[in-house]
């Protein structure tokens, strides 16, 4: 079979590169299956358009075209190359938009191309935010209080009758462009004709900032078994975009209850709505009524959040997606770890995998540096680890913006006027905001979860290191036992940060870590060492670099 699988539009914010996880790993799925893969896509730096990248070409496309991914140049492709069938989830919005105009005008029906796995007509239900809407109320299930508009003044009917402040989002966008707060009638007008320039659909929605938000992805199969394969938490608070927030995988401030209550909601939606293969299903949740949610959306393809989803449990939910496309169950499906066992499972972390978004901000001009509904990060990172402070400062030193820790802010705060600034608005700043503040005890737990809404939880695990940093302060090198550095560098503190805080300098820490023996994961490794002896040298090497520097 010829498959001709669309990639992400042009390399910009909100697309292209988070996408090609998932494209690269469903191209070598179907070429291991013995079909022919054409791949379009116009990014040249990615790796599944790069014959380079992969030693064996199992990832590349039989044929790459370079060409945007619109209706008018995809149906010339598919007039050349004649495939059977269109694989849409796995570019991104673009791809799914594009699909979607390719199905309402006939090409599709016209060449004789068939979908691959979800259908468009469910596409187009989870989609258009009315349908949604309209599908998930037909099962009980709770969605935002809510009302599409597709003209000005239907915007304006709406929005009296939902009240201000609300909420905008725009139906088929990309990065969730076109979306906004908006607190009274003054702005309002301008935001929707801004809104009803990216998407023919607005949709008017009650207001619920400061709601925790939750994200679970979910897998499908044709013979309708579904899992719910990780779940993942925002540290922000509803309002900021997921591509925009710090996320940890797995959720930390659920009860088992409210857990459950959401992966049976997640199951019970995705299997009315038609899902065949992987989606996403985003969930706000009132911190002071556990149980009252709102399901936001349920994307019906590989988001960002998969790749990340993917990353952190080593389940490959793109190259299962694939798998069921192609006709696939869950039980037949190898595990990708194992090779015995199946991917009818759902993965149990031990673990904590954090993302944190970069943002470029200061190279662009006049662009305000509030985050919000709609995306403007350039890039992110994943840290794993045993516990919050750790991944939180690990993946603060892996951003790249010369920050060693929570504590080592880039860009200094001059005094509690300007940290109470910076709590109370979401930008690149506010978590260091939030570490000032603990440290400096300008505010304490409850003030700024007042000024933030970010749950008492990750403020609490902040507190850990600030209260460690404080000790490390009052100390010098010479008084550094085995206890506190221990502790130290089980929060997440860098050799570096140490020597900082203490007044000495990077080696003298670092010497001093080795004298007392504390090496990270070295007792794990060495246990595999004497279980697997003959690789000992591959365990080290692999893992530590070699086993006498760490």
């Known amino acids: 079979m010829k498959i001709l699988l669309l990639g992400s539009g042009a390399l910009k914010i909100g697309q292209a590169g988070e996408f ?75 791809a799914l938009n594009c699909g979607l105009d390719l199905e309402e005008s006939g090409v599709l029906e016209k060449h004789n191309v068939r979908v691959l796995g979800t259908s468009v007509e469910t596409i187009r239900a989870t989609e258009d935010r009315e349908v949604f809407v309209q599908k998930c109320t037909e099962i009980g299930v709770k969605t935002p209080r809510s009302i599409a508009a597709r003209d000005l003044d239907q915007a304006w009917k709406a929005a009296r009758e939902i009240g201000f402040p609300l909420i905008m989002r725009a139906g088929f966008a990309l990065g969730g462009q076109g979306s906004g707060f908006c607190e009274n009638e003054d702005a309002f007008e301008a935001k929707v004709k801004d809104a009803f320039a990216f998407s023919p659909q607005l949709l008017i929605e009650e207001d619920l900032r400061g709601w925790k938000e939750m994200e679970y992805e979910v897998v499908r199969d044709n013979s309708d078994n579904c899992i719910t394969v990780v779940n993942m938490e925002n540290f922000d608070p509803l309002g900021v975009h997921t591509g925009e927030s710090i996320v940890v995988s797995p959720t930390m401030t659920l009860s088992n209850q409210e857990w459950q209550l959401l992966r049976n909601i997640a199951i019970k939606t995705i299997r009315h709505l038609g899902i065949k293969g992987e989606c996403n299903i985003q969930y706000a949740l009132d911190p002071n009524r556990p149980e009252e949610y709102r399901v936001i959306e349920v994307n019906p393809r590989l988001s960002r959040s998969s790749a990340l989803a993917s990353k952190a449990t080593g389940y490959p939910l793109a190259a299962v997606a694939a798998e069921i496309m192609l006709g696939k169950d869950l039980d037949e499906i190898p595990n ?23 943002w470029d901000l200061q190279k662009f001009r006049k662009v305000s540096h509030e985050i919000g509904t709609e995306m403007k990060s350039v890039g992110e990172v994943m840290a794993l680890g045993r516990n919050f402070p750790e991944v939180l400062q690990k993946a603060i030193r892996m951003l790249g913006i010369g920050s060693e820790g929570i504590l080592d802010s880039p860009v200094k705060f001059d005094d509690k006027s300007e940290v109470k600034k910076y709590l109370s608005i979401s930008t690149p700043r506010r978590l260091f905001a939030v570490a000032e503040a603990l440290y400096q005890e300008y505010f ?19 507190k850990r290191i600030t209260d460690q940093a404080q000790i490390l302060n009052t100390l010098k090198i010479t008084d550094l036992d085995k206890e506190v550095l221990l502790k130290s560098k089980i929060l997440g503190f860098s050799d570096g940060e140490i020597a900082r805080l203490v007044g000495s300098d990077f080696k003298a820490i670092y010497n001093l870590r080795k004298q007392q023996s504390i090496k990270p994961i070295t007792n794990q490794i060495d246990t595999l060492a004497a279980e697997f002896p003959a690789k000992t040298n591959y365990l080290y090497t692999t893992y530590l670099g070699n086993k006498d520097d760490v």
Do not use: M
């Open 336 to 358: 990708a770890i194992t090779k015995v066992t199946k991917a009818f499972f759902e993965p149990a972390l031990d673990y904590i995998a954090l993302k944190i978004p970069r």
């Open 444 to 462: 304490d737990i409850e003030e700024i979860f007042e000024l933030t809404k970010i749950d008492r939880w990750f403020l609490q695990q902040i």
């Open 20 to 94: 090609d996880y998932s494209g690269s790993q469903a191209i070598k799925t179907f070429k291991a299956a013995g079909h022919e893969v054409i791949l379009i896509n116009p990014n040249i730096a990615t790796v599944q358009t790069d014959p380079e990248s992969f030693a064996p070409r199992e990832a590349c496309a039989n044929k790459v075209y370079f060409l945007p991914v619109t209706p008018d140049f995809v149906e010339r492709i598919i007039e050349k190359e004649k495939p059977e069938a269109l694989a849409l989830s796995f570019g991104g919005q673009t």
